[in-house]
């Protein structure tokens, strides 16, 4: 191997499985032309690409933003050269089940806001369910055009020290970041032509128009006439580039709560040529600021009267109001279940051993190996709410210890997995870094799965924590559509 | 097309243009060295200024960046960049000058090659409209004061981009008078106050506002009176009637729209 150039004293991580080496200075067999090429770059001309990077996503203002930040508010994502690649025969794999898994959350909606079968069989616990935070009782009853609840899927996926792909958590609700999925491939065609030219990697830039269609396809106008918008909570919400570059790329209006209004049971957006109706909307807000008349009376981000005009079916709302219920992190234990139950099949993809504490005996075991397990809230995203025992102090492990005391069906306990490392550019040299990996599932009257999807990774050192507003950084993820030569 | 893009990109192009306008002329006071008191009242090297300035017009930007081309967003946010960072705090006033013009020249550009001529457009153009005309007022009702200085017709025209083209119709031989006349009347030069003023109707036309304008009573006033000292009660007039446009579009009508 070249490693005498940029690869030269590449730092694994111990213990994870790497995504580049299947042993020292032994790539996987499907990424070796790929990793050649990388490694043989000159070390300094890389970190000048990777400079450029920096300079280019700024200059287009690819952001996020971040409050109270040194920086300013408006930060970019870091963003490291060595892409996550992923061979044809995983993808095959991980596609197929990511369908499976979304169909069944989807099925499971549909039954849990209908005839809850799914509790009467007690396949899933009734209490747990109910005493969920994402449960709204008002939503029983109400069903999503097409009855599709689950437009949009972020399936956070880890790997495994075995290198096989498990399920780490689900975002149904808004889940973000695929804009810098889309960038970060814009960047790296710039960077790399000549390598990306060679290699048979499949596209992802036709998400927004994939999604655009997906949507359309569930709405009762016809597409000649279809309005569709991106609502938005407005220029400080840490997502609100994504908000404008997919408005733009899908061909939607950007719109925020006071451009809309619902009269007689539509909704509304205000023009300069007049009120036009509106047949869908792309929501980027949580559901219980949606409408005060339904949700939230105190919200000021809502649209009063929305949900009149979702429950008579005038309008798509993605992803629709109640998925929360399914991407508590409580259900995920049940999803395995749910897969059988509503299918009659076996989970393609695994997920991770989970502790419930609202179990008595589970939460005792907790307890008492505080310093064994993540915990995690089982509402919260974005890295926050959570302890990861292992890396904890005493005095960490003993405000958790009050906090699952005092609310013990607000939290689950998973055990600390190794997760997967990459080679990241670092001003020390290339060092192995723990990766994830949150492709997106889009359903209309069908599913499909974005090649890759958004690998993160986390920068700090020794950290698991890949989250954005923590530290974390990401990569372009490269699906190879076959296995090929430079 | 909501109303709150209008806005915004009204607001967009009255801070680019003011910054672009306040650039030039700062640029051609630099260049010429005229150091004239009271030559023009608000010449000054306060680049904070500026950078306000772009700031604002970047931060409105953002707020209709799903309507224009990545381009012009990637010029005026490059601008931003440039124009808070350290290296522009340690060039001359010139280059600092000369690089807010290099990419407020290309965004113009941009904004008349690759927007379709809609309600968006016409709203920046009188937005830029408004700035221009604003900054000619200025300009000529400070040159009206200080009419023994010739240096000043220089100055006026530069500042306007009007001097080649003033020079190919006066073979250079420039006076007080022709460059009034020049600068308000001039029917086929594009940065005259004729010229901008009928642009600015059509687009206002466009938008459905009705505010009166006009410039008939200056003209009169310019052809009638060589002496030019009855003109600065005209040209406040139009400076007022601008003004009050101005003030109408930004309190009054895109806040109703809005509302």
Redesign the interface.
């Known amino acids: 191997m070249g490693c005498n150039k940029c690869g030269n004293d590449y730092r694994a991580v111990s213990g994870a499985y790497d995504e580049y080496f299947k042993s020292s200075q032994h790539p996987h067999t499907h990424i070796e032309p790929i990793v050649s090429y990388l490694l043989e770059k000159d070390f300094s001309a890389l970190l000048h690409l990777q400079q450029t990077s920096e300079h280019l996503f700024?200059?287009?203002?690819v952001t996020f933003n971040v409050y109270h930040h040194e920086d300013g508010i408006e930060k970019i994502f870091p963003f490291d050269l060595f892409p996550r690649i992923i061979s044809s025969k995983e993808w095959t794999v991980i596609e197929a089940g990511l369908k499976q898994r979304v169909k069944a959350l989807n099925l499971f909606l549909n039954d849990f806001y209908g005839p809850q079968e799914i509790i009467k069989d007690r396949v899933i616990p009734k209490n747990l369910i109910l005493t969920s935070k994402c449960y709204f009782t008002k939503l029983q009853g109400i069903s999503p055009p097409g009855n599709v609840y689950i437009h949009i899927a972020g399936i956070d996926l880890i790997r495994l020290p075995n290198g096989e792909f498990c399920v780490l958590e689900d975002n149904l609700r808004t889940p973000s970041g695929v804009s810098y999925v889309l960038q970060n491939r814009l960047m790296m065609k710039s960077l790399f032509p000549d390598l990306m030219e060679t290699q048979n990697i499949k596209p992802v830039d036709s998400y927004p128009l994939m999604l655009a269609d997906a949507l359309a396809s569930l709405s009762s106008t016809t597409d000649q006439d279809l309005c569709a918008v991106l609502l938005t909570p407005g220029?400080y919400n840490a997502a609100y580039y994504e908000h404008?570059f997919l408005?733009?790329e899908m061909g939607y209006?950007?719109?925020?709560h006071?451009?809309l209004d619902v009269i007689d049971d539509w909704v509304y957006?205000?023009?300069?040529?007049g009120r036009r109706k509106v047949d869908i909307i792309y929501r980027r807000i949580d559901e219980e600021y949606l409408d005060p008349e339904f949700f939230r009376a105190d919200t000021l981000l809502g649209i009063p009267g929305l949900m009149r005009a979702y429950r008579l079916g005038h309008v798509v709302l993605a992803n629709a109001p109640g998925n929360g219920i399914a991407d508590d992190k409580a259900i995920y234990t049940f999803i395995p279940a749910m897969i059988r139950y509503y299918l009659h099949e076996e989970p393609i993809l695994k997920q991770i051993e989970t502790l419930l504490c609202n179990d008595a005996a589970q939460l005792d075991h907790v307890l008492q190996h505080l310093d064994r397990y993540v915990i995690k809230r089982v509402d919260a995203s974005g890295g926050y709410g959570m302890l990861i025992g292992p890396q904890s102090t005493r005095e960490q492990q003993l405000e958790f210890a009050r906090l699952l005391r005092l609310n013990p069906r607000g939290y689950i306990a998973q055990p600390l997995i190794e997760l997967s490392a990459c080679p990241t550019l670092q001003a020390g040299g290339l060092v192995g870094k723990r990766v994830d990996l949150r492709p997106y599932v889009v359903t209309g009257k069908s599913t499909w799965v974005l090649p890759g999807g958004l690998t993160r990774v986390a920068l700090e050192e020794n950290s698991y924590i890949v989250n954005s507003s923590q530290g974390g950084g990401s990569k372009d993820t490269w699906v190879l559509a076959t296995e090929g030569a430079l | 097309?909501?109303?709150?893009t209008?806005y915004h990109g009204f607001w967009m192009q009255r801070y680019l243009t003011r910054t672009l306008m306040e650039a030039r002329i700062l640029k051609v006071y630099q260049t010429y060295h005229l150091d004239h008191p009271s030559i023009l009242r608000y010449v000054k090297e306060d680049r904070a200024l500026f950078i306000g300035n772009i700031k604002k017009s970047r931060d409105n930007c953002?707020?209709v960046?799903?309507m224009i081309c990545?381009d012009v967003?990637?010029q005026l946010?490059?601008l931003w960049?440039w124009a808070s960072s350290n290296e522009a705090a340690e060039v001359g006033i010139e280059a600092f000058c000369d690089n807010i013009l290099t990419h407020g020249h290309l965004i113009d550009g941009l904004f008349e090659d690759t927007l379709r001529r809609d309600?968006f457009f016409h709203t920046l153009k009188v937005g830029k409209l408004l700035e221009k005309m604003m900054s000619l007022c200025d300009v000529l009702l400070q040159f009206l004061q200080q009419q023994d200085i010739p240096e000043q017709s220089l100055i006026v025209l530069e500042s306007f981009h009007a001097k080649d083209s003033f020079c190919k119709l006066y073979h250079r031989k420039w006076n007080a008078q022709h460059v009034l006349r020049y600068l308000i009347g001039d029917a086929l030069f594009p940065n005259s106050m004729r010229e901008e003023m009928t642009t600015l109707e059509n687009s206002l036309h466009f938008l459905g506002v009705s505010y009166p304008l006009s410039l008939a009573a200056l003209l009169q006033q310019l052809d009638n009176d060589g002496s030019l000292v009855n003109l600065t009660s005209a040209l406040s007039s139009v400076q007022q009637q601008i003004e009050g446009l101005g003030e109408y579009l930004a309190v009054e009508h895109f806040q109703e729209?809005?509302s």
Request: overall charge positive; cysteine-free.
């Open positions: 700024r200059k287009r203002g220029p404008q408005a733009k209006l950007l719109v925020r006071d451009d957006v205000k023009t300069a040529k | 097309m909501k109303y709150r209008l953002l707020l960046r799903d990545d967003w990637y946010n490059e960049l309600e729209l809005i």
